[in-house]
């Protein structure tokens, strides 16, 4: 399995970085294995920016999503306390994926998180890109991992590290360590729906119509 960045991966062969490449996990198809380095390795990198000890408390929105997924589970297996926000018909995905405390989205989003952890989370993967309406989750000078190159206002001392696969998409190590972390069941491969290539925009369609669970695959 292997990560494609920055150029696309919709073709049949593509020559890629040795470093971007490792073995699939043992035990898993090609179609959900393809789903695990780019969000996988974006939820690392975020993981890292935010250096978190075990213990602190970890939040995470867009938990039912796979980058939110995968941020869940990596944070419990560093030995962290995770907080994660999930519409109602998510919440029980989101439970089984390991999150302590599961908050109702919503405009209150950062309420409710504090509802949690009066004291604030330690560090917030912003997976759901809601931006301001969840800054107020984040503890004084705790730090906040984005998407989307997202950067907030400067106050309370956050710390914003805005996260792009392209930027590890060669850190071979961190990308074995993801698949070893698949055959140990830590992470979850999840397919949403596969798609033939040559209905790919059927395949947009659907990702852009939201509510996506997993990632969406094409086949060749």
Same mark, same amino acid.
């Given at each position: 399995m292997g990560v494609v960045a920055p150029h696309g991966a919709y073709r049949?062969?593509?020559v890629m970085p040795g470093n971007s490449v490792v073995p699939a996990p043992r035990g898993v198809d090609a179609v959900a294995a393809a789903t695990v380095p780019m969000n996988g390795l974006t939820a690392w990198?975020?993981?890292?920016?935010l250096d978190l000890r075990p213990g602190q408390v970890l939040g %995470? =929105?867009? *938990?039912? $999503?796979?980058?939110?997924?995968?941020? %869940?589970?990596? $944070?419990? *297996?560093?030995?962290? =306390? /995770?907080v994660a926000d999930a519409s109602p018909s998510d919440e029980e995905l989101v439970r089984?994926?390991?999150?302590?405390?599961? %908050? &109702?989205?919503g405009g209150d989003v950062a309420d409710r998180f504090r509802e949690q952890v009066p004291t604030g989370v330690d560090g917030l993967a912003d997976g759901s890109v809601q931006g301001e309406l969840v800054l107020g989750a984040v503890k004084e000078g705790g730090g906040i991992a984005t998407v989307r190159n997202y950067v907030g206002p400067d106050e309370r001392g956050l710390r914003y590290f805005p996260?792009? /696969?392209? *930027?590890?998409a060669e850190e071979r190590e961190a990308l074995d360590g993801l698949r070893r972390k698949v055959?140990?069941? /830590?992470? =979850?491969? &999840? %397919? *949403?729906q596969t798609f033939p290539a040559e209905e790919a925009a059927q395949a947009h369609r659907m990702l852009e119509g939201g509510g996506v669970r997993g990632r969406i695959v094409l086949t060749f």
């Open positions: 049949e062969e593509i990198a975020a993981l890292r920016a %995470v =929105t867009g *938990a039912a $999503g796979c980058f939110g997924g995968y941020m %869940v589970q990596l $944070g419990k *297996a560093a030995g962290l =306390t /995770v089984g994926l390991g999150a302590d405390f599961v %908050v &109702r989205r996260i792009l /696969v392209n *930027a590890v055959e140990d069941g /830590v992470l =979850t491969p &999840r %397919v *949403a």
